[in-house]
């Protein structure tokens, strides 16, 4: 039921994008010393929500798409700072807060209009 409310699938869906962000960045920091490694990242929440709306909606799974994080390799061809991954984590936790926080509003709003 609540699926079908556009408020409660951008919330899941931003929170979905926020967990796969944070996959991505602890696989960075897990190959920090892999040599020749690239540093990646995820695709923009609004470019995945577009993508996700050309594809038919929520039903189809969020089409999360990884993309080299452009970083300046080191010697050895490693591109991941450490510094630049502790940020990008800060800021999918962030933005998955502020989904929940999104999600909890929603639910609040909609109880009180039915009287629960």
Do not use: C
Not at 32 to 55: C, K
């Amino acid at each position: 039921m609540f699926d079908r409310l556009e408020i409660f699938a951008l919330a899941s869906a931003r929170a979905q994008h926020a967990a796969a962000r944070q996959a991505v960045v602890a696989q960075n920091i897990a190959n920090a010393d892999t040599p020749g490694y690239r540093a990646r990242d995820i695709s923009s929440f609004d470019e995945t929500w577009r993508e996700m709306q050309m594809g038919g909606g929520p039903r189809d799974g969020l089409p999360v798409r990884t993309i080299d994080a452009n970083g300046t390799a080191s010697p050895n061809g490693n591109s991941v700072s450490l510094e630049l991954e502790m940020l990008r984590g800060i800021e999918a936790q962030r933005a998955h807060s502020r989904a929940l926080q999104v999600y909890g509003s929603a639910m609040s709003i909609l109880r009180t209009s039915i009287g629960r």
